[in-house]
């Protein structure tokens, strides 16, 4: 497949080659191209306009990247490039003048108008580059925004996939058969124990169930609506593991309201149990906590154990956080796993506050 820059300087090509065989047609059309003398003039002075055109128009472009001006505005957007292609047509005009005075490469009569009025000359020079130039803006900018669309709009599609794979993943993640049996198990021993508990661990086994289940329908949730079901999960794996796992939260009120994608959270907490805990002999810690920081909400899992390296990057929790992450939010979201201290792993997600 071919690259963005070989694909540039493609379009160049064929676009200045055009450009050139279209003068070269109407210069003998009008039969200034007549005599041999004529044609060299004609052929070397189109020639020249089309060598200042690739070397303006490609600083114009490294301008434009530069400038990251396909990061802004619309509006941003056509002012940047309409000062850039401003700039190009002036650098244009005195390269053009200048250099074909240099060569002697001017009609006469052109030479003769020059002398009268060289700022004239410049000025309407700098017009018809500006034309020139503005087109090639034009052109550029609609190939990028068209390209962008294109990618907005296969980022939806990849996203839409990778949520339709999370759904099964995430169902099959918290209906596996381990998970419910331990949980019916802690709740049987509940039951003539302490009959209150064991109900409210039935409730929570039907909140997580439920929540696996109408996952699919909300594209967003709110941090308080997730943190009830990992305090639902939390709960029932503690029956499990009784004084093996401690539980902290320090989450701020201020972020509660914000919106996150389902699941996202407690995919990271089922991680910490299986990978963290687990395999603790005296069990550990998993400690949730969330902050806004300059308009960006910090959500933190850490818990007691060690990353093994090298790192299952295609594990589910992994993979998919990554993948969530970097298709919804792009550069304005982050995920981070790694060994926080000794004997502590954090895994940690930044994106946009909603409030």
């Not at 070989?6 to 450009?19: E, I, N, S």
């Amino acid at each position: 497949m071919m690259t963005g820059r070989k694909r540039y300087w493609l379009f160049q090509l064929l676009g200045w080659t055009a450009f050139l065989l279209m003068h070269l047609f109407f210069a003998w059309s009008f039969g200034k191209m007549t005599t041999w003398e004529e044609q060299k003039l004609v052929l070397s002075r189109v020639s020249g306009f089309v060598l200042i055109g690739v070397t303006v128009t490609h600083f114009m472009r490294f301008s434009i990247f530069k400038s990251n001006t396909f990061s802004k505005t619309i509006s941003q957007q056509i002012s940047i490039l309409i000062i850039i292609t401003f700039i190009g047509a002036i650098v244009s005009a005195f390269l053009e003048f200048y250099g074909y005075a240099l060569l002697d490469l001017r009609f006469k009569s052109e030479i003769t108008l020059a002398n009268k009025s060289t700022i004239l000359s410049l000025i309407n020079n700098t017009i018809g580059w500006f034309t020139y130039l503005l087109l090639w803006s034009a052109i550029y900018f609609i190939y990028h925004f068209v390209a962008y669309e294109q990618k907005q709009k296969m980022d939806t599609l990849q996203l839409k996939s990778l949520v339709k794979d999370l759904e099964l993943n995430t169902i099959k993640a918290h209906i596996n058969p381990h998970f419910i049996f331990n949980a019916l198990n802690g709740i049987r021993a509940l039951v003539e124990e302490n009959p209150s508990h064991a109900r409210e661990a039935i409730t929570q086994l039907s909140n997580i169930l439920r929540s696996s289940i109408t996952v699919h329908k909300k594209e967003l949730v709110s941090l308080e609506d997730e943190l009830s079901i990992v305090k639902d999960y939390l709960a029932l794996e503690q029956m499990r593991f009784e004084d093996r796992l401690r539980v902290e939260y320090d989450i701020s009120e201020a972020s509660l309201d914000n919106k996150i994608p389902p699941m996202i959270l407690q995919t990271l907490v089922e991680n910490a149990i299986k990978h963290g805990i687990a395999h603790q002999i005296k069990g550990g810690l998993v400690k949730i906590s969330s902050k806004i920081i300059q308009e960006k909400l910090e959500l933190k899992i850490e818990n007691t154990g060690q990353l093994e390296y090298p790192l299952n990057e295609n594990g589910f929790g992994i993979e998919s956080t990554n993948e969530r992450i970097s298709l919804m939010y792009g550069s304005e979201g982050s995920f981070e796993l790694k060994d926080e201290a000794p004997n502590i792993v954090s895994a940690k997600i930044v994106i946009p506050s909603t409030i």
